[in-house]
T-cell receptor, first 113, second 117 residues
Framework: DQQVKQNSPSLSVQEGRISILNCDYT??????FLWYKKYPAEGPTFLIS?????DKNEDGRFTVFLNKSAKHLSLHIVPSQPGDSAVYFC????????????FGTGTRLQVTL | GAVVSQHPSRVICKSGTSVKIECRSL??????MFWYRQFPKQSLMLMAT?????????EQGVEKDKFLINHASLTLSTLTVTSAHPEDSSFYIC?????????????FGSGTRLTVV
């Protein structure tokens, strides 16, 4: 039962343009969401997060939007740079319990020149 | 910031032998650490939650006798893959929870590529 899904396994975007990565979840108990970037053979690195009490959080080129009613979040990267090419995972957790992260399936982003 | 060190980064072992992977929190105490496994082109699957001073909590379908977890101190958790088989070949990642940090303090190690031949 995949509670966090990223329906696009891959995405290709031209340098300078906007990258939009999507994530859907099914468990309404999740109240905190995170985005991680991962290179091959490395551990994930934290990018940005959002609490369920907000609908938007921005940090530099990265913005995360949360639509609770649709159980959907998205990560916007503007402008996209070649160094952004990696696999992006969204993750969710319910802060009220043991706080286990549930990861999505990942989206491979390729930023082309 | 919170740093998690994982060792070794890469290991090749013969089928039937055991392999130990270490996960250390370098500048903070971690009462809870998490062990994940990632197959190629797949998501990170939580294997178990390692609790300092007590038994680990395993996720459904994970064999606790095969994947031994020890969390003997507040800065070290180890995962031992016992009697390894080729199907255990995977990328293993640990994570430590740094309470009070930003983003709920989930910091990941750099991972261990295990290849069983």
């Amino acid at each position: 039962d995949q509670q966090v899904k990223q329906n696009s396994p891959s995405l290709s975007v031209q340098e300078g343009r906007i990258s939009i990565l999507n994530c859907d979840y099914t468990n309404s108990m999740f109240d905190y969401f995170l985005w991680y970037k991962k290179y091959p053979a490395e551990g994930p690195t934290f990018l940005i997060s959002i609490s369920s009490i907000k609908d938007k959080n921005e940090d530099g080129r990265f913005t995360v939007f949360l639509n609770k009613s649709a159980k959907h979040l998205s990560l916007h990267i503007v402008p996209s740079q070649p160094g952004d090419s990696a696999v992006y995972f969204c993750a969710a957790l319910y802060t009220g319990t043991a706080s286990k992260l549930t990861f999505g399936t990942g989206t491979r982003l390729q930023v082309t020149l | 910031g919170a740093v998690v060190s994982q060792h070794p980064s890469r290991v090749i072992c013969k089928s039937g032998t055991s392999v130990k992977i270490e996960c250390r929190s370098l500048d903070f105490q971690a009462t809870t650490m998490f062990w994940y496994r990632q197959f190629p082109k797949q998501s990170l699957m939580l294997m178990a939650t390692s609790n300092e001073g007590s038994k680990a909590t395993y996720e459904q379908g994970v064999e606790k006798d095969k994947f031994l977890i020890n969390h003997a101190s507040l800065t070290l958790s180890t995962l031992t893959v016992t009697s390894a088989h080729p199907e255990d070949s995977s990328f293993y990642i640990c994570s430590a929870n740094f309470r009070g940090g930003l983003n709920y303090g989930y910091t990941f190690g750099s991972g261990t590529r295990l290849t069983v031949v």
